[in-house]
């Protein structure tokens, strides 16, 4: 079964735009990943922010998280046409499999 | 390229037929992981390795399928009798699992390929 939830399912916004996007899972966890997967393609490990963190910086990517909602977000700052793609959030709560949402579309417009 | 790589990118079956599909993790990586994604929905779990042993197997994972690690490097994922529901793109991932004591932080970063994208006729 998948633990997390994306929120929204899908996102358009215009070129330069911030892009904030929802996860919410159900159980306790080890530590939280976001993934990118253009098109009809593999996934990409973007950020991984462990359960004792509450915000984690990767170059125009921003993640919190809040253990006591069980939630976090991912932000994408100055938006590019290149960082169209969906956008998984994944648990890890047994140390090995990873538990994905069904994601969220980022449609970026030029 | 020493990411991982998949071997066929898309198959085309007929249903009834047996297919193979192939996984090359990143040579150090002692984790290979399977994982199978349909149109829209994220990943779902089908099975993992630790090196050469089969540790888990999702009820995803039917009597149809089976997963080989012989050697603890490459893995195959063979369906037989395919059905139209097997329809589906084939995910593998691989990670280096540390322990705590090797200074590993008991994480688990999984690596992904680009997938095997199978059509069922």
């Known amino acids: 079964s998948q633990q997390g939830e994306e929120d929204p399912q899908a996102l358009s916004i215009q070129e330069g735009e911030n892009a904030t996007m929802n996860c919410s899972y159900k159980t306790s966890i080890n530590n939280l990943q976001w993934y990118r997967q253009n098109s009809g393609r593999g996934l990409v490990h973007l950020i991984l922010i462990r359960s004792n963190e509450r915000e984690k910086h990767s170059g125009r990517l921003r993640v919190t998280l809040d253990t006591s909602k069980k939630s976090s977000s991912l932000l994408i700052t100055a938006s590019r046409a290149a960082d169209t793609a969906s956008y998984f959030c994944?648990?890890?709560?047994?140390?090995?499999?990873?538990?994905f949402g069904a994601g969220t579309t980022v449609t970026v417009r030029a | 390229d020493t990411g991982v790589s998949q071997d066929p990118r898309h198959k085309i079956t007929k249903r009834g037929q047996n297919v193979t599909f192939r996984c090359d993790p990143i040579?150090?990586?002692?984790?290979l992981y399977w994982y199978r994604q349909t149109l829209g929905q994220g990943p779902e779990f089908l099975t993992y390795?630790?090196?050469?042993?089969?540790?888990?197997k999702s009820r995803l994972l039917s009597d149809r399928f089976s997963a080989e690690r012989p050697k603890g490097s490459f893995s195959t994922l063979e369906i037989q009798r395919t059905e139209q529901g097997d329809s589906a793109m084939y995910l593998c991932a691989s990670s280096q699992k540390r322990g705590r004591l090797a200074g590993g932080r008991g994480e688990d970063e999984q690596f992904f390929g680009p997938g095997t994208r199978l059509t069922v006729l």
């Open positions: 994944a648990t890890n709560p047994n140390d090995y499999k990873l538990s």
């Open positions: 040579s150090e990586h002692n984790r």
């Open positions: 390795f630790q090196n050469e042993a089969q540790l888990e």
